[in-house]
């Protein structure tokens, strides 16, 4: 199955093609109030830890090492990516963020897991959950 799944400023209007608009950053953005964003849910607990935010934010560690934390994470805690997983499963997602450049941000790295998680799930689906039963076919005795 294919997956709609877009990301946007925060500070860029919202249009009616949006989809679901989650904020997913774990701070609040500056200057914004919650009714004027045209939000569908604020959630926390996909974006990077704080000490992991602070230690690229001081320059303790590389964009790299962050990606590569940021990864370990979500794979530790794949939980976190249920609930944007249902909003993207009913059509397109919008990721917010306050970030100045998205592209440089965990945005990206947030939504190739959420797209591989899918189709982890979706491919789970099609496999059998257990051997099919031949029992109709033979003649009882």
């Known amino acids: 199955m294919s997956y709609e799944i877009v990301l946007k400023r925060i500070y860029s209007p919202s249009e009616p093609t949006d989809g679901a608009r989650v904020l997913v950053d774990r701070l609040w953005p500056r200057g914004k109030r919650r009714e004027s964003l045209d939000l569908t849910e604020w959630y926390r607990d996909a974006s990077p830890s704080p000490l992991l935010r602070r230690q690229l934010h001081e320059g303790e560690i590389s964009p790299a090492v962050f990606a590569v934390r940021y990864r370990g994470e979500l794979r530790d805690d794949p ?37 591989e998680a899918l189709r982890d799930e979706d491919m789970g689906d099609l496999e059998p959950a257990s051997p099919p039963c031949y029992r109709h076919q033979f003649k009882e005795e």
């Open 79 to 115: 939980a976190s990516l249920v609930p944007l997983m249902r909003y993207a499963r009913q059509g397109k997602l919008t990721l917010l963020s306050a970030a100045r450049n998205l592209e440089e941000s965990y945005l990206p790295l947030l939504q190739q897991a959420l797209l």
